[in-house]
């Protein structure tokens, strides 16, 4: 066993970057998406309205939950790695805090995306 797992422990900040680096992969996936959304748009009406039937359906708008919570990820956690990069919030703390608002962050600002366009009448079921 490796000396340094005896005084390895858990921090937020792998936690941050470990799900930063999921959201580029998730990120992957959404641009098959916004792909497949330019190849309907440019197959004419026909194909552009079934996209959008299945962009509406219960699963399209999970998956557009999906890559909301990935944009405000990358925000965040862009946000955080440019404040880093110019030696900004690399004492614990302050690394701490912006790791809590990268993970938690994304989460509220997405659920509060999504409460706004179900009750503006935006998106619908």
Do not use: C, E
């Amino acid at each position: 066993m490796s000396p340094h797992m005896g005084i390895w422990r858990w921090h937020i900040t792998m936690l941050a970057s470990i799900l930063f680096r999921a959201t580029i992969i998730a990120a992957s996936f959404g641009v098959l998406f916004a792909l497949a959304w330019l190849a309907a748009t440019a197959s004419g009406p026909h194909m552009f309205a079934d996209f959008n039937s299945l962009a509406g359906s219960p699963f399209g708008l999970f998956l557009g939950m999906g890559l909301t919570l990935v944009l405000f990820s990358f925000l965040l956690n862009g946000a955080r790695h440019l404040l880093n990069d110019m030696a900004i919030g690399l004492k614990l703390k302050p690394a701490d805090l912006m790791s809590w608002v990268a993970v938690i962050g994304p989460v509220i600002l997405t659920v509060l995306t999504w409460v706004y366009l179900f009750t503006s009448g935006r998106v619908a079921l």
